[in-house]
């Protein structure tokens, strides 16, 4: 089991391009999370996804952000026209979406746009 | 809405002591789960312990356990014996037990640095 994969590790895109994460959930598990990490607003949540269909979004910074879940081994975070306050460490997260589950995290991907 | 604080930014203990940490949490829900969980210097984030609110008595994993105190909404992580390597930052989270409330909701964080 290889855990959580998220690619790219670190990624720099100057302000104005568009930015796309990926995440490999655990096989078996039914929900994907992403959340956003920063030193001010410590982890944001952003979206999840149960088995692939999007549920919540509500964390989601309008127009600029979206994410999808095209098949159960893989989750992309998209990120347009990207600006300075963009730069953190996105978390993807999964587990076996129950109310008592914990969440397996990834690696994250340190997004920085200069 | 739920909402997790955790008061303490930054704990300093000598190696093989006994550190809490302390967490307070809201929820208008009677049933909810508490968990914590361990980011290292690296970034990785560990799951550590979880506490199911209907259950009285306080988990306890290795040298974890927690100090479940439900009329304060309280939930401490009480590391026991510690060690250089628990040096990290500890994250208390929560998810109401209700439908649809999936996600969790984490605290700032506390900063844990273990002395030799």
């Known amino acids: 089991n290889a855990g959580v994969i998220q690619t790219p590790r670190h990624k720099v895109t100057g302000k104005g391009q568009e930015a796309t994460l990926w995440c490999e959930p655990i096989?078996?598990?039914?929900?994907v999370f992403w959340y956003r990490q920063t030193i001010v607003q410590g982890l944001e949540f952003l979206t999840y996804?149960?088995?692939?269909?999007?549920?919540?979004d509500s964390g989601m910074p309008k127009e600029r952000f979206s994410a999808q879940m095209p098949n159960q081994s893989h989750s992309t975070l998209k990120i347009q026209s990207t600006q300075p306050q963009d730069s953190a460490v996105y978390l993807c997260?999964?587990?076996?979406?129950?109310?008592?589950?914990?969440?397996?995290f990834g690696s994250g991907t340190r997004l920085l746009v200069i | 809405a739920q909402k997790v604080t955790q008061t303490q930014t930054s704990i300093s203990v000598m190696e093989k002591t006994t550190v809490t940490m302390d967490c307070v949490y809201e929820?208008?829900?009677?049933?909810?789960?508490l968990f914590w969980y361990k980011q290292t210097a690296s970034g990785e984030i560990v799951f550590l312990i979880r506490?199911?609110?209907?259950?009285?008595e306080n988990a306890t994993v290795g040298h974890y356990s927690l100090n479940f105190q439900k009329p304060k909404s309280s939930i401490g992580l009480i590391i026991t014996a510690t060690q250089i390597e628990d040096s990290a930052v500890y994250f208390c989270?929560?998810?109401?037990?209700?439908?649809?409330?999936?996600?969790?909701?984490f605290g700032k964080g506390t900063q844990l640095i273990i002395q030799p």
């Open positions: 997260a999964s587990s076996f979406g129950q109310r008592n589950s914990d969440y397996t």
């Open positions: 929820t208008q829900d009677s049933s909810y789960f």
């Open positions: 506490q199911d609110s209907y259950k009285k």
């Open positions: 996804f149960r088995n692939q269909a999007p549920i919540d």
């Open positions: 096989s078996g598990h039914s929900a």
């Open positions: 989270a929560m998810r109401e037990n209700t439908e649809g409330a999936d996600r969790l909701t």
